[in-house]
């Protein structure tokens, strides 16, 4: 399974940025997908994910700021970040779960988007 992501780049405080990240290859069924960010020096943390049924999970520091959303049809993970800050400074990278034809399960990641916030 492939995940490429776009949508990343340079947005001053206050500005939005869509992310995407589209999967491909043995793909029977999309499970949960999700993004993750990891900030310099700092751990790679959980954003938000979303369930093949579509609820939602949102770290505390992104919710009322940040949406999830899927089209299961394409494969394919959004995630709409508005109001940011320069605190989410980060490389952005998705995850999907999915269910082959051959009967595999897989956890992959896309390669990494960087989000840069000005003040």
């Known amino acids: 399974v492939q995940l490429v992501e776009s949508g990343g780049g340079l947005v001053q405080s206050g500005g939005s940025l869509r992310l995407s990240c589209a999967a491909s290859?043995?793909?029977?069924?999309?499970?949960?997908m999700g993004w993750y960010r990891q900030a310099p020096g700092k751990q790679r943390e959980l954003v938000a994910t979303v369930t093949s049924g579509g609820s939602t999970n949102y770290a505390d520091s992104v919710k009322g700021r940040f949406t999830i959303s899927r089209d299961s049809a394409k494969s394919t993970v959004y995630l709409q970040m508005n109001s940011l800050k320069p605190e989410d400074t980060a490389v952005y990278y998705c995850?999907?779960?999915?269910?082959?034809?051959?009967?595999?399960?897989?956890?992959?990641w896309g390669q990494g988007t960087q989000v840069t916030v000005s003040s």
């Open positions: 290859g043995d793909i029977f069924r999309v499970n949960a």
């Open positions: 995850k999907v779960g999915s269910l082959g034809w051959s009967g595999s399960t897989y956890d992959s």
